[in-house]
């Protein structure tokens, strides 16, 4: 069977790889995380392993992963399966800070609040700007040194909102058979392909949120949970 996910040899591209952290307790029991470090739960730690071992056929050159505990778990599956990538850890790839509702179950937030809780705790502009320092230093540091295949390790509302930035507000590309309706808050261990053009600085969004390494096709249903 075909590989969607492939690794990038042309020197004019950056390929920048994002992927979501694997499922822990509070994923599954649909509790709002936000900035809590909740460690991934033992389906989550088989999906990182599998994400791992789909990652081995492609040389990695730089990982960068939220210091959130379930992204440093999730990106050691993927190092450990490497040829000594740099790696680094930050607070800018964190999830949302939720604020008052971090820690509650989604329907008690939805049941005291409504969807207003989504405006509680960092604002979106907020989460662009520190994510956008990371995925800016990135590409300028494989820029220098030459890397061609680059992965990023975060949230699922980071995902979707960042990824929906740089459709919407970078004007980067899709491509064939992507659509901006897709571009939503992915499974977890899901791989998301964007490529930049070492000369131009133009984006495209590749791929969003495929899972092939799980056997399957899965998608988040509640795309209120974070």
């Known amino acids: 069977m075909t590989r969607e996910i492939v690794g990038n040899s042309d020197s004019g591209k950056i390929r ?15 509790i709002l995380q936000g900035h ?7 389906e989550g730690k088989d999906q990182a392993r599998k994400l791992g071992e789909h990652f081995k056929e492609i040389q990695l050159d730089n990982v960068v992963s939220s210091d959130l505990s379930r ?21 800018h790839l964190r999830e949302r800070n939720m604020g008052k509702v971090q820690g509650m179950p989604l329907d008690q937030a939805l049941a005291e609040y409504g969807e207003d809780f989504r405006n509680f ?5 907020a989460l662009i700007l520190r994510v956008s320092e990371v995925w800016n230093g990135a590409i300028k540091n494989a820029k220098v040194k030459g890397h061609k295949n680059v992965l990023l390790c ?66 988040v249903t509640n795309q209120l949970l974070r």
């Open 154 to 219: 975060t949230h699922g509302g980071v995902i979707r909102a960042f990824i929906n930035h740089l459709h919407d507000g970078l004007q980067y590309g899709l491509g064939n058979g992507l659509y901006r309706e897709d571009l939503r808050v992915p499974y977890n261990t899901s791989i998301s392909v964007i490529d930049i053009d070492v000369a131009s600085g133009q984006g495209t969004i590749q791929k969003f949120g495929v899972t092939e390494h799980l056997g399957g096709d899965f998608r």
């Open 71 to 91: 992204c440093v778990e999730t990106a050691k599956f993927i190092v450990d399966e490497q040829k000594g990538p740099e790696y680094q850890e930050t607070t």
């Open 16 to 30: 920048i790889f994002v992927v979501r952290h694997g499922k822990t307790d509070w994923n599954a029991k649909k």
């Open 121 to 125: 705790g960092e604002k979106s502009d």
């Open 36 to 42: 809590i470090n909740i460690d991934m739960n033992d």
